[in-house]
């Protein structure tokens, strides 16, 4: 069987990105994907070496921005999209990361998920 040369894999060039920023009391995770959801780029500051409630800061958050930035700069992203999602602290500085960096941030949504009618209420109490 004849070896067959693997494709090498081209670089991307994408104008405008969507920000997936995903923060929790515990951790900040950032994905970068393209308008139609395929994903660029992600990053967390777990995988930054921050341990324990240390990642939870908006520090690290914006550690997890500075790198992705250098990433993208090569990509040729201009023009932002975010969607932020939880009750962490590091929603704000990943944005002004960002925003310091000089994209231009078009939108900022919030997709946090919240109930309806939320879960099924304990029993009563007997006494």
Do not use: W
């Not at 969507?18 to 308008?35: A, D, G, Q, W, Y």
């Amino acid at each position: 069987m004849a070896y067959k040369k693997k494709a090498r894999k081209q670089k991307r060039h994408v104008d405008s990105a969507v920000v997936h920023v995903r923060s929790t009391f515990n951790n900040t995770l950032v994905t970068i994907t393209t308008p139609e959801g395929d994903v660029l780029l992600s990053g967390s500051s777990g995988r930054l070496g921050f341990k324990g409630s240390r990642k939870g800061t908006p520090f690290a958050a914006s550690q997890v921005a500075t790198t992705l930035v250098k990433d993208m700069k090569g990509m040729g992203i201009r023009n932002l999209e975010f969607n932020l999602q939880g009750p962490g602290s590091g929603r704000d500085s990943i944005v002004r990361s960002f925003q310091a960096a000089g994209f231009a941030i078009n939108l900022l949504r919030d997709v946090t998920p919240l109930p309806h009618n939320g879960c099924r209420a304990p029993k009563k109490r007997r006494v």
